[in-house]
């Protein structure tokens, strides 16, 4: 079955720096766009950024842009979040995703099909 795992959440301070890893298993891994969003406690799920199946387009939500940077291995079924310069407004449970598309991204949690567990970041003051 189609699985995705998050990892590298903790806590950090406020300027500080996290990547987070996504592992994904049981589909063809390069066929597929993925996404990262968000989830703060009491507020929607909300887009941080996306990555078509090659890595040559990328997109971010105007709260990640030059700060966030995401990426994918395809010879390791990985995507990946770099998150530099980390604000306490960054405190989220942050979730990868599978795109039923290769070229297609969307800002929208619905438009994609299948989620991981998700791993939390909590940014001190």
């Known amino acids: 079955q189609v699985q995705l795992v998050e990892s590298g959440g903790g806590l950090v301070q406020a300027g500080g720096s996290l990547r987070l890893s996504c592992a994904a298993s049981?589909?063809?891994?390069?066929?597929?766009?993925m996404g990262w969003f968000r989830q703060a406690p009491g507020k929607e799920r909300e887009f941080v950024a996306a990555?078509?199946?090659?890595?040559?387009?990328?997109y971010y939500a105007d709260s990640a842009k030059g700060r966030f940077t995401i990426s994918r291995d395809n010879t390791k079924n990985m995507v990946y979040l770099q998150m530099n310069s980390l604000k306490p407004e960054d405190t989220a449970i942050y979730y990868c995703?599978?795109?039923?598309?290769?070229?297609?991204?969307?800002?929208?949690?619905?438009?994609?099909?299948?989620w991981g567990r998700g791993t939390q970041v909590t940014v001190s003051s």
């Open positions: 990555i078509i199946w090659s890595g040559g387009n990328t």
């Open positions: 049981g589909r063809t891994f390069k066929n597929y766009a």
């Open positions: 995703a599978f795109a039923p598309a290769a070229s297609i991204v969307s800002t929208k949690p619905s438009f994609y099909d299948y």
